[in-house]
């Protein structure tokens, strides 16, 4: 039988793998930059810990873990005759690999919070696991890179999060569009068509906008019990397009008689003024008044990032405000605002672009080739001081090996510089090196190579 791996997941190479971490890095940096510091938590949670808390579609998606040794063994019969496969999950399932980082992170700040320093700034970057249909940008296994902030109220969180997210994508060359809006507007919205309850129904649907538009946004709507009379009022505000500011004043006259809703357009203009009078890097904002984000714990501020580049259409950054997601968890009135990269998107975006930069490919700066043992010989203490200078540099093992092939090596493996040494270079200690990308030769010192590689 061949070997494979799961539908959704992937190898990568180590070429891949550079690329990738040249994503996390420059993440990492800005993260820290930012004065967020890293934790980490375990890949599977309690299945009780994350049942619940990102919606029923949500729920749907969690890989859940069968319990060990024999886990039919104290299930009752006719439980597993009828088939339930709800009530029969909560027998034989205990634990769950990770949805997201987020609700890890509110039950870690629980279990940890008299070690905490409020407000509580964590960067987390490790994989989550989604029992989703895979496709292009969509996998069962991927990297999230978050950034929270909890304990505090106040918005500049938010403005700082604009900021950190431009900061990163000029960092990255790539051109983004920051959408912005806050779920106090939509529970606004929902209140003045007439439809409160149906907030959780309202947002999930408008959230799929681009994918299904507004026809099937509506039949979504209509289909989950919301009223004729209802959708017909919520039109106006799917299809409303303008720059910002009108935007803003056109759901001032809208939601004038909404407490929250009005509260939700004070929010959003104050991250907006901000922003625009601190200025950002490359990335453009906008108010979008269909940005739901599915999520079911975001209160307020909302954000979604995509490309303003290429043909990846698929979110690459999102994140927003929740107001008592550690409440789930025994600790009330704890307020917070995170986002989170998608790595794997970002990589997708990156290389469509071509926008990897050259130096990321070569993790090897210097190679030494050789003609013979005694050459080589003559290499490892040369090799081991290059190394000792911070040059990222490797010998070709098997000595005596043809030119050719040695050559072939460096080239497979984009090393950029070949230092040469034969029986001449060895008499008079100058070595060759060659540049492999010019093709020019010179003969200098192991200490002239150091210098100018470094």
Known sequence: MKPSIPKGTRDFSPQEMVKRNYIFDTIKQVFQRYGY???????????????????????????????????????????????????????????????????????????????????????????????????????????????????SNSLVNEVELVQLIDDVFTKLNVPVLIKINNRKILSGIAEIIGEKDKIITITVAIDKLDKIGVDGVNKELQENGVSHSAIEKLQPLITFEGSTLEKLNFLKQLLGNSEIGLKGIEEVEYIFKTVDSLGLNTAKTELDITLARGLNYYTGAIFEVKSNAGTFTSSICGGGRYDDLTGIFGLPNMSGVGISFGADRIYDVLNELNLFPESVAASTKLLFVTFGEAEQNYCLPLLAKARTAGINSEIYPDAGAKMKKQMGYADDKKIPFVVIIGSDEMLNGLLTLKNMTTGEQAKITIDSIIEELK
């Open 37 to 151: 510091l890293p934790i980490e938590t375990p890949a599977m949670e309690n299945l009780s810990t994350l049942m619940g808390k990102y919606g029923e579609e949500g729920d749907k998606l969690i890989f859940k873990i069968l319990n060990s040794g024999d886990f039919l063994s104290n299930v009752d019969t006719n439980l597993i005759l009828n088939a339930d496969s709800k009530l029969l999950t909560n027998k034989i399932s205990e634990k769950a690999l990770k949805y997201d980082l987020t609700v890890p992170f509110a039950r870690y700040v629980v279990q940890h919070q008299h070690e905490i320093t409020f407000p509580f700034k964590r960067y987390q970057i490790q994989p989550v696991w989604r029992a989703d249909r895979p496709q292009k940008g969509r996998y069962r296994e991927f990297y999230q890179c978050d950034a929270d902030v909890i304990g």
